[in-house]
């Protein structure tokens, strides 16, 4: 097990390190010219360039490359090339809002998903099936900023039961943390439930199909206590597998939704950043969320064990 | 050893199950398929009822009818009725039967690996027979679970009760399922299946252990099975299934020995006789595939994990010359499905070599190989999938010949021939494979290999698959391929009774090494190998002739 | 247990080249679904038959208008028609959709053959595959129409890259296990050479689940695309897709929500028909939903 | 210290592996913002800027929310009244009789805010690293001898010709006032940015709570000194009658009107014109307009490549397009935009409106057609770049593609984000080859009311600005400008500023628009000044 967990964490850092390769390519190849935006819209040519030749954007782009690399080596992502803060705390500083509601997100979508799924299933075929699957497809099909904008509109511009926008760390109080992130977390959560449900009932009702399963119900074993106890547990491993790329899934759309709720996280500043073109904390933030999306993926490789025994690693 | 059939009478026992005029149609509504037909039969205190027939003839069906596990939106019960002890089961709510389920009336499975949950300890699985019926503490299921594991002569029953399945052999999860079947001491056990997917050794085990317990608690047990050799060895009474309907219902002894239906008497005649047939003259043309030493070993591992090297084939060595039939024997994980695919070259060997004709084949590259592919061909065990159900019969039949240069026309021409050659109706060139029944398709698959013009062919399990009567029909079309075509066969098996009708010689195979070599009549009738032996001893029904409907005289068993 | 009987009735047509049993049912929600999708796709198409304006006609001094008699739908802040902008956005909107999901599933399915088939191939495309899995599609979506500006192509190009390592992975796992399917063995014994086994026999397995996934990605590029006009990296705001239609709106979600209600619910509805026709063609296809049927 | 118990998480379910994983997080989440504690009993302003502050540096950036974050933290020496007129601030001065001598002394009192006096040799650097920087302060230094500090308050400025708008120059708002910065962080190099935020103004920016982009908090600075008389335009004492101001970035402009509305937020400084109708339904919320002046939008045609290096074609674009159909697109409460064809601003001292007589009627298509034809238009692709992420400005290039199109030009409207755009307008490459021929931006009132400030004008082709037209002409009179003594000779050369620029069309102004302040009644005093200011300003509990 150590084993392999070492194995996959080596296996990560040639991913990890085409990533950066992509990025860096990606970003210097995009026209754009964080010195123009530095020196502002009346700046002459010539300051500009005199401002690109002092940030070192002069340099051939393999220079620059392996002077990213280098750092990178050391654990630094550089310094915003903008607001003249090192990545490391600008990341430090932003990405706890997102983490906090993207976490609430996956738990509320779960909580809600699974039982939904799980309904589906049982009643495949039937109406309640079809009540929530027509559900789950209409979360998925509507963009995150309408949600978003019409939970606004009705929870707190009309009802005035949440505020608007905003964020509150957890350390400001659970409740308050809660009655800010709760929009936010339940725009995120629509398409994710969407995902989540279908991925729930998919895969149990192909475990309802195994032989298992009418081994359970031979031995007098109650409906319900199969679904739940035979069904549910071996249909985990692909709601797992759902539940792990839908994180990306999530990180895309915090982008939205910080912009619509205001919300101080990463999502918000990876776009500002590329709008700005400040490489290295757009390099800087798409690998830290590569890496998030590739740990997830791992942690979820061993979550796998304690749910299906036959997988060791 | 002489067959000896049950002959207990059971008129006097207690009517355990009796179905009456059970009729089954598909769909839910009115007018759908009829596939159980006014089935009737009665099973009494302690008695055996084998239901044997081939597939598609209903047994499964009516199993789950009795059981109430029949899919409730696909097939429905439409007359007839189902008794166990006083209650009609058929009249009962689902919450009634399924407390019956279990307690009064219990199911083992075919394939005991996903018949049990795998995410499950097994020990919980039995137990939950006991929870699910609201019996014992948990201490007092614990007990109980673990008495039973030992009933059933599980070994260090501690350890397994905490196992999963896929810790355990398939006999012992067999066991598992017969422990779980009977922990409530049901009137009414079903089997079904319940050694098809086993070893022959294993199965004699577990078909000695299932009679073991009926003894004990006089359980009635309805057997499924479509083998003639198991139902020799436990039944009481026999009923023959056919297309939905019992064809014939009779004592198990008067039935092997009387058989009255055309249809039984057919299935009787079908089953490969465990003696092998007369030798064939000897064969001196030099060997068109010659393996020496042949070996072969998994590796796996390696960095930052244990290195593991499994050898799935050590030292096979043997001979095959023109219109002679190799046949190699042995049980699941012997390595005679390694040893054949790496004669076709599917998989290269580790060690040895092979030459094919006068060519070294061991290690071509796979461009070098091509051009000598058809020299050899196969054919494999599943008639569903070594066809391309995208592709018409014609395109399948032809794709070989193309490849080596025939044109497309000639090789049209050539494939109406051989699909009459194998029996099939040369239209059926323009059909997709799932318009044919399974032995349809394994003749189409024959076609195939025959028409590369080959000079061998290599049949992995090519009828285990089928049922006896077409398995039948199958092994005499290979035997009439061969006398005119001169096509050399190597048979891959692990049925004794169809080595012995087919094969000239036999290799007997076990972890993978080559245990005993010879003629059929040495090794089958003569064998000298422990492993062979056991092999031999295992088979059911072994000293019955079922064609000829009596004992295999003694001198010819042992001689 | 193989007590079922097979089916031995012909099949024909589509049905066979998916590899459906005969005789599948399908319930009134797909065919709802379909008519639903047709209908837009029909009125999309015909979009200048059916648009009372011009979609991209300015008349500042009609901005924001209600729906009146001459603009059914009302204007928004250009002035222009909504109506006709909604029906001409959808040409846009199918457009990326149906094309993405088509690059989108070539190239995938030309990658996930190679993969599939050449060890040696399959460790750095899959590599590379990670890497493209694990950047958040949306950030590679910006930064690619940021390079090749705002417009359809890059749009589509966009999207598509963020799309193809999952129709690889699907690719690559389908010829994974049907390689080891006796009949593509027996071709090879057959001589049939790597590539015609490819094309021949192991292409064709990929086309339904392909078909199934070709229904996501087209429906999730329409909803992509409208995140990144959100976002204003879309299509220029000339032309009309839904999805820029509604980023135009949003500004004004508080005082005039048509804006975003109409071409959301056209854009729901169109990525409502296609997820609910993809599910029901996985549930058709899928071979363990058919053993429960069967 | 707070502490945090995990059973206690309402909307976690008891579930082991995901309570613990939230667990941990949130955990780690509270000890990395645990220094973030509430100021519930101070006196906060919470103000939605414009933009999203990045840049601290107010001499390299010449963006707007840097020049506010400016006047927040910094003092300068002189500023101007709400009349316009030159006071004293950080300093008082003498002029010498043949006016080549300007004397400044610091008043008293004034330090920085590590505790620092303000000493001279501060002053001399930070004027230094200004001049190295400002395009009108280039202008100053050539005239200037030396700038020497002969004791700790006084300055001496030598110049070596009369320059008539020193104090003008150095008072002024715009893009980069003269702002003093300690000597240390002045030496920076005018090419760096600076690394440290040291001003002495009535604002300290607290470093530690900075958030770029999102969030940036200023704290009272208790030991400023301000003036004696009231405050009055950017000058006057600035006294500092609230203990906080927090600048939130809204994204979101309907959020942030929403957070306006349910008493979240203090203040919108530049609210979207159409939402007004909503924010004036709420008794809470105040709109008015603070900057009369407003910013002027404006077109820009590429010199360098065909059509528009023929000024027959420029003419013709020009009579087609008209300031109505741009402004009413834009912003449409015509309350809130006005016509306007004076380069330096309609009602200012210089402004005048010659030449834009067919701009403010709306434009004449027929009359471009004609115009066009006559000029030999061979039908070269007119590419307009648009912006998509900078919200109403992104419509006005629609509006000229619509304008051009119907006068007959070939236009190819092309969006792009607002960072391609700013890259790609500095591309003197032909438009078909990643270059461009039009596109718009727009003024400030108060940075463009004068020919010495005004940032498109400066016309000597490649050095100037994107879009690169030559002019020597109109380099001449700005020249002649610069040296004009009194108003009316100021205005003679405005006017023939004026006339030159919309016959040569050096760019095409498409009309003026206020930005809208809407702020929360709670907050009183607040000045009507162009930059923000938050001192004077006073907050109800």
Request: aromatic share 6%; hydrophobic share 45%; charged share 20%.
């Amino acid at each position: 097990m150590l084993g392999y967990i070492v194995k996959r964490i080596l296996a990560v850092i040639p991913v990890m390190a085409i990533v950066a390769l992509i990025v860096f390519l990606i970003l210097r190849l995009t026209p754009g010219d964080p010195a123009a935006i530095i020196a502002g819209d009346t700046a002459t040519p010539d300051q500009i360039a005199s401002l690109r030749e002092s940030m070192g954007l002069n340099e051939p782009i393999y220079v620059q490359f392996f002077q990213w690399i280098g750092q990178l080596l050391h654990g630094d992502l550089g310094t915003s090339l903008l607001s003249g803060t090192s990545v490391n705390a600008l990341i430090a500083d932003r990405i706890w809002p997102t983490l906090n509601i993207a976490l609430l997100s996956i738990v509320m979508s779960v909580a809600i998903a699974v039982p939904l799924g799980t309904l589906a299933a049982w009643r495949h075929g039937r109406f309640g099936d079809h009540v929530v699957m027509a559900i789950s497809v209409a979360g998925f099909s509507v963009p995150a900023f309408v949600v978003g904008y019409v939970l606004i509109k009705v929870f707190a511009a009309d009802l005035r039961w949440l505020p608007v926008q905003g964020y509150r760390a957890p350390s400001q109080g659970m409740g308050e943390f809660l009655r800010h992130a709760i929009l936010p977390a339940m725009t995120l959560t629509a398409a994710y439930v969407a995902l989540t449900a279908r991925m729930t009932r998919a895969s149990l009702l192909n475990v309802l199909g195994e032989d298992y399963i009418r081994t359970a119900h031979a031995k007098g074993v109650k409906d319900v206590t199969v679904l739940l106890r035979h069904g549910l547990r071996n249909a985990a491993v692909p709601i797992l597998t759902v539940v792990g790329t839908g994180f990306a899934m999530l990180l895309s759309g915090v982008v939205v939704v910080e912009s619509v709720f205001n919300i101080p996280g990463i999502g918000r500043l990876t776009i500002d950043a590329v709008m700005a073109r400040d490489y290295p904390v757009i390099q800087g933030m798409i690998l830290l969320t590569s890496g998030i999306y590739v740990l997830v993926n791992l942690l979820i490789d061993i979550a796998y064990t304690v749910f299906d025994p036959r997988i060791r690693y | 050893m002489a067959t000896r059939f049950k002959t207990q009478d059971f008129d006097p026992a207690d009517e355990v199950i009796a179905i009456d005029r059970l009729c089954v149609e598909l769909g839910t509504a009115e007018g759908g398929r009829r596939v159980l037909d006014e089935v009737s039969l009665t099973i009494r205190l302690g008695e055996t009822a084998c239901l044997v027939g081939e597939s598609g003839s209903g047994k499964s069906l009516t199993s789950l009818a009795v059981m109430g596990l029949l899919p409730a939106n696909a097939i429905r019960v439409t007359s007839g009725s189902i008794r166990l002890g006083d209650t009609d089961l058929l009249t009962r709510s689902a919450r009634e039967i399924r407390a019956m389920r279990g307690s009064r009336m219990s199911m083992i499975f075919q394939e005991p690996m996903t018949a049990l949950n795998p995410v499950m300890r097994v020990g919980h699985q039995i137990a939950e027979v006991l929870e699910a019926h609201g019996i014992g503490s948990t201490s007092e299921r614990r007990r109980r679970v673990l008495d039973i594991m030992a009933q059933v002569h599980l070994p260090d029953v501690e350890r397994v009760y905490r196992s999963y399945p896929h810790q355990l052999s398939g006999g012992q999860r067999q066991r598992i399922m017969i422990a779980m079947a009977l922990i409530l001491e049901p009137a009414l056990l079903i089997a079904d299946e319940p050694t098809t997917a086993l070893d022959v050794t294993t199965q004699q085990q577990i078909l000695g252990l299932i009679s073991e317990l009926q003894r004990v608690h006089g359980t009635a047990v309805l057997f499924i099975t479509h083998d003639m050799g198991v139902v020799s060895e436990i039944a009481d009474t026999v009923h023959v299934m056919r297309q939905g309907r019992i064809v014939e219902s009779a004592p198990a002894e008067r039935l092997f020995r009387t058989p009255q239906h055309d249809y039984t008497k057919a299935l009787l005649d079908a089953v490969p006789s465990l003696h092998p047939r007369q030798p064939r003259p000897q064969e001196t043309r030099p060997p068109v595939l010659d393996v020496e030493s042949l070996g072969k070993t998994y590796e796996s591992g390696g960095f930052l994990k244990k290195h593991v090297a499994k050898r799935a084939a050590e030292d096979v060595t043997f001979q095959l010359r023109p219109g002679r039939t190799l046949g190699i024997v042995g049980e699941s994980g012997s390595g005679k499905s390694t040893v054949a695919r790496c004669v076709m070259r599917l998989i290269d060997p580790t060690d040895g070599t092979i030459r094919l004709g006068d060519a070294d084949i061991t290690r071509l590259s796979p461009g070098q190989l091509r051009s000598r592919r058809a020299k050899i061909q196969i054919v494999f065990q599943d008639p569903y999938r070594s066809l391309n159900p995208r592709r018409k019969i014609v395109s399948s039949l032809i794709e070989g010949p193309i490849n080596f240069g025939l044109p497309r026309n000639q090789a049209i021409e050539r494939a109406r021939t051989l699909l009459e050659t194998v029996g099939l109706p040369a239209d059926a060139l323009d059909c997709y494979p799932h318009q044919f029944s399974g032995g349809q398709r394994q003749r189409i698959a024959i076609a195939r290999a025959v028409a590369m013009e080959p000079d061998v062919i290599v049949a992995d399990e090519a009828v285990s698959a089928l049922d006896v009567s077409v398995q039948d029909q199958v092994l005499h079309l290979l035997e009439d391929l061969q006398r005119d075509l001169g096509i050399a066969i190597l048979f891959i098996t692990h049925d004794l009774r169809v080595a012995a009708q087919i094969c000239d010689d036999v290799i007997v195979m076990q972890h993978g090494k080559v245990v005993e070599h010879g003629t059929a009549g040495d090794v089958l009738v003569s064998p000298r190998h422990a492993y062979t032996r056991a092999l031999i001893e295992a088979a059911p029904g072994r000293g019955w002739d079922f064609a000829a409907g009596r004992e295999i005289a003694r001198e010819e068993t042992n001689a | 247990m193989a007590d079922v009987s097979r089916a031995t009735t012909p099949g024909g047509g589509i049905a066979r080249l998916l590899g459906l049993p005969p005789g599948t049912r399908i319930g009134v929600v797909p065919w709802i679904a379909l008519a639903m999708l047709l209908f837009i796709v029909l009125v999309t198409v015909f979009a200048p038959l059916f648009s009372p304006h011009d979609p991209i006609a300015l008349s500042p001094l009609n901005r924001l208008k209600p729906s009146s008699a001459e603009f059914p739908l009302g204007t928004d802040a250009y002035g222009r028609d909504v109506l006709s902008r909604v029906l001409y956005g959808g040409q846009v909107s199918l457009l990326i959709g149906v094309a993405t999901a088509a690059i989108a599933v070539v190239a995938g399915l030309a990658i996930g053959l190679v993969a599939g088939f050449f060890r040696l191939a399959d460790a750095l495309i899959m590599r590379v595959m990670d890497a493209f899995m694990a950047i958040p599609p949306v950030l590679l979506a910006v930064a690619l129409v940021a390079i090749h500006g705002a417009s359809v192509s890059s749009v589509i190009l966009a999207i598509t890259f963020s799309e193809i390592p999952r129709v690889v992975r699907l690719v690559r796992s389908i010829v994974l296990s049907a390689r080891e399917e006796p009949y593509v063995e027996a071709a090879i014994s057959l001589g049939t050479r790597m590539p015609v086994i490819l094309w021949r026999h192991l292409m064709p397995n990929t086309l339904a689940p392909l078909i199934v996934q070709a229904t996501y990605i087209c429906a999730s590029a329409i909803l992509i695309e409208a995140i990144l006009s959100f976002l204003g990296l879309g299509i220029g705001t000339e032309t009309p897709s839904w999805g820029n239609i509604m980023a135009d709106g949003r500004t004004y979600f508080m005082l005039k929500p048509s804006l975003i209600f109409w071409p959301g619910l056209v854009l729901s509805l169109c990525v409502l028909s296609i997820n609910i026709l993809g599910d029901t063609a996985r549930d058709m296809l899928d071979p363990r939903m058919r053993k429960r049927e069967a | 210290m707070l502490s945090f118990n995990r059973s206690r998480i309402p909307g976690f379910p008891n579930a082991r592996a995901a309570a613990r994983g939230a667990g941990r997080v949130l955990a780690a989440g509270v000890f990395a913002l645990a220094a973030t504690t509430a100021h519930a009993q101070e006196k906060t302003v919470t103000a939605v800027m414009h933009s999203g502050l990045r840049m601290l540096d107010p001499i390299v950036s010449t963006a707007h929310i840097t020049r506010n974050h400016g006047y927040m933290v910094y003092d300068v020496l002189v500023a101007m009244d709400a009349e316009g007129a030159v006071q004293p601030q950080m300093a008082s001065w003498q002029v010498s009789d043949d006016r080549l001598i300007y004397t400044f002394t610091l008043r008293d009192g004034l330090s920085f805010h590590d505790g620092a006096d303000v000493t001279a040799a501060d002053v001399v650097a930070s004027l230094q690293r200004w001049g190295a920087r400002d395009g009108a302060a280039a202008f100053l230094m050539e005239a200037t001898g030396s700038i020497e500090a002969v004791d700790a308050k006084t300055v001496v400025w030598t110049l070596t010709e009369p320059f008539p708008l020193l104090l003008d120059v150095l008072a002024k708002q715009s893009s980069v006032p003269a702002f003093i910065m300690p000597e240390r962080v002045a030496a920076t190099s005018p090419d760096e940015t600076i690394t440290e935020y040291v001003g002495s103004g009535p604002f300290v920016f607290v470093e530690g709570e900075f958030q770029p982009g999102v969030k940036i908090v200023y704290e009272r600075f208790d030991d400023y000194a301000p003036r004696e008389e009231p405050a009055s335009g950017l000058a006057g004492g600035k006294v500092v009658n609230v203990d906080r101001v927090e600048w939130v970035t809204m994204p979101d402009s309907q959020t942030a009107m929403s957070a306006l509305m349910n008493g979240e937020i203090d203040l919108i400084e530049n609210s979207q014109i159409d939402l007004l109708p909503i924010l004036e339904t709420s008794p809470d919320v105040t709109v008015e307009i603070r900057d009369p002046l407003g910013y002027q939008g404006f077109a820009r045609m590429n010199f360098k490549h065909p059509p528009f290096d023929d000024v027959r074609m420029r003419k013709a674009a020009m009579m087609a397009l008209g300031q109505e159909q741009a402004m009413a697109t834009m912003i449409g409460n015509p309350d809130y935009y006005w016509l306007c064809g004076a380069i330096f601003g309609c009602g200012t001292p210089l402004g005048d409106e010659a030449g834009a007589e067919s701009l403010k009627a709306g434009g004449d298509k027929a009359a471009a057609r004609k115009m066009l034809e006559e000029a030999g238009y061979d039908n070269t692709p007119v590419v307009i770049m648009q912006a998509t992420d900078i919200g109403a400005m992104g419509t006005i290039p629609v509006v000229i593609a619509s304008d051009l199109r119907e006068a007959g030009f070939n236009v190819d409207l092309q969006s792009m984000d607002w960072q391609t755009l700013v890259s790609r307008r500095a591309s003197m490459n032909p438009p078909s080859e990643g270059g461009w021929n039009i596109f718009t931006s727009f003024a400030s009132g108060v940075e463009a009311n004068t020919p010495l400030v005004h940032p498109i004008l400066p016309s000597t082709g490649d050095t100037g600005w994107f879009g690169w037209a030559t002019d020597p002409e109109l380099e001449e009179m700005r020249a002649a400008y610069l040296k004009a003594e009194g108003l009316e000779e100021q205005k003679q050369i405005a006017h023939d500023i004026q006339a030159r620029v919309l016959d040569n069309v050096i760019f095409v102004p498409l009309g003026n628009y206020a930005f809208v302040q809407a702020r929360s009644n709670k907050l009183t005093d607040m000045l009507p000044t162009a930059v923000p200011v938050f001192w004077n300003v006073n907050i109800a509990d």
